[in-house]
């Protein structure tokens, strides 16, 4: 059964809640006891405690001091900021634009030695065009209803990606051929897309893998994600940014993107891929 990411960050909210309920209880104080103290409607606290509201965190000082703990409010507080930083909405990432999203993740860029990177429905933004980048980023702020900044942002990702020509790093990409078929801009903007990927493919830093139409499954479509060394995995859905960090979710991930490669052909068998687009009707 495919695996939700989503899952562990509501393990750790709830891990949170739960830690917060036994505070309240080990100062021998109701729900509305706590309430009264803090200032706020009981409903908060049982929306607190059931994980159904994450607590800011002055939320969390204010229920440590009303128990009498204010000294565990630095730890919970911590792992809170953790909790959210797991799971990050794109409507609230990108509610001043997208060029942010862009710029914030070049330390980790550069930081990586190997990534691994794997996308079922564009292609990667490490090898997007500024073209391409553009109208792609032109439709997901039109759709996600974001500042419309799609030519800075393109460019902000074009700068990014060159780390790819950094001899100390490695960079693994898979692509599903349908991704090769999938037309953001006009015929042009995809043909120089196409020509750019076989390119890019020249790089001795870089590993581009297309996955045939017809390959024997030995491994369904997931979710793109991104692998940052062995240490970190960022999977995009279509509402949220999720990272896992989580060692044995890292594992899975690369297992899985071990597996993908092994239906992938690459060299000139991927270049006959991307021929077949170039000259594809659709």
């Known amino acids: 059964m495919p695996y939700s990411p989503s899952s562990r960050v509501q393990e750790a909210r709830k891990a949170i809640a739960t830690r917060l309920g036994h505070i309240r209880r080990d100062a021998g ?23 159904r509201t994450s607590p800011s965190d002055a939320d969390i000082r204010t229920w440590c ?8 409010a630095a730890e919970l507080i911590s792992a809170s900021r953790t909790a959210d930083s797991m799971y990050r909405e794109w409507r609230h990432l990108q509610r001043a634009g997208l060029k942010h999203n862009q710029t914030s993740t070049v330390p980790l860029y550069q930081r990586t030695r190997h990534m691994r990177v794997y996308c079922s429905n564009v292609i990667p933004g490490l090898l997007q065009t500024q073209g391409y980048a553009e109208a792609l980023l032109h439709t997901i702020a039109e759709f996600e209803g974001a500042v419309n900044d799609a030519p800075d942002a393109a460019t902000a990702r074009v700068e990014r990606s060159k780390v790819l020509h950094d001899s100390t790093k490695r960079f693994a990409l898979l692509i599903e051929e349908d991704v090769l078929h999938f037309s953001f801009g006009d015929a042009e903007t995809m043909a120089g897309q196409l020509g750019h990927l076989m390119a890019v493919m020249a790089l001795p830093t870089v590993s581009l893998g297309v996955i045939p139409r017809a390959a024997p499954r030995r491994m369904w479509t997931l979710e793109g994600f991104l692998a940052f060394d062995d240490v970190q995995v960022q999977v995009e859905t279509l509402s949220a940014d999720i990272t896992v960090t989580n060692p044995s979710e890292v594992t899975l991930y690369l297992r899985a993107f071990e597996r993908l490669s092994t239906m992938a052909v690459y060299g000139a068998n991927a270049r006959s891929c991307i021929l077949a687009a170039v000259s594809s009707p659709e």
Request: charged residues 25%; contains cysteine.
């Open 29 to 51: 104080l109701s729900g509305r006891d706590l309430a009264v103290r803090c200032g706020w409607h009981p409903a908060k606290t049982s929306r607190i405690e059931n994980a």
């Open 65 to 72: 001091v009303a128990c009498g703990v204010a000294d565990q």
